[in-house]
């Protein structure tokens, strides 16, 4: 489960990136968070992978407490959560096999066991054939498939997406909206952050609409509404 309560965050610039956020994704849940730029969709990000914590309120993910959990146990927390990124952050110098095991060894799985599970999580994004290649011999499509891969190759319980279709073309972005349906029905709670309306539109999912630092709409279906009545204008916002 993914809980804030009352999170705020204010930078040691002053800048205040949430404002009193109150939000809850159940297991299993598949959600986007849409927003304009500087809304405060990173900052949120960021909290749930614990690379900052809240100035004031309660964030927490699969248990932990990410307002007080020690640094000693961020790693454990980590295993539970996979990121995929816009830029992919493949290893050039790596086979896609081995940019996916690498995120294995680094948690101490055995041989064994990273010789049967890599290949049956390339399968299953679809770039199994791919596996002894590099990244730049890749589109990007498949990168960004690769990178999928990496976030569930250690079975965590939530995938968080920072705007995963940010450099694939209408087509693969699809295709790539509907790979993550698909990891969610296996039982993966899904949560994307996004500002492509038309994605999302597609999938009639949870979304949340975050402006200013707070969650100005939360419901299932489009989100051009609640973005209109926080001020905002559709082609301003995106």
Known sequence: MIKLVDAYKTYDNGTKALNGVNLEIADGEFAFIVGPSGSGKSTM???????????????????????????????????TVGVVFQDFRLIDKKTVFENVAFVMRAVGTPPRI????????????????????????????????????????????????????????????????????????LGTTVLVVTHEKELVNQFGKRVISIDRGQVVGDHTGGYYDDLEKSGYQIDEAF
């Not at 990007?140 to 990178?147: F, I, L, M």
């Open 114 to 185: 990273i010789k049967k599970r890599v290949p049956y999580v390339l399968d299953l994004v679809g770039v199994l054939h791919k596996a002894r290649r590099h990244p730049d011999e890749l589109s990007g499509g498949e990168q960004q498939r690769v990178a999928i891969a990496r976030a569930l190759v250690n079975n965590p319980s939530v995938i968080i997406a920072d705007e995963p279709t940010g450099n694939l073309d209408p087509a693969r972005s699809l295709e790539l909206m509907t790979l993550l349906g698909k990891i969610n029905a």
């Open 45 to 79: 990000m960021k909290l749930l992978i614990g690379e900052i914590r809240p100035t004031s309120g309660k964030v927490y993910v699969n248990d932990f407490d990410l307002t007080t959990i020690k640094n000693r146990q961020l790693p454990y927390m980590r295993r």
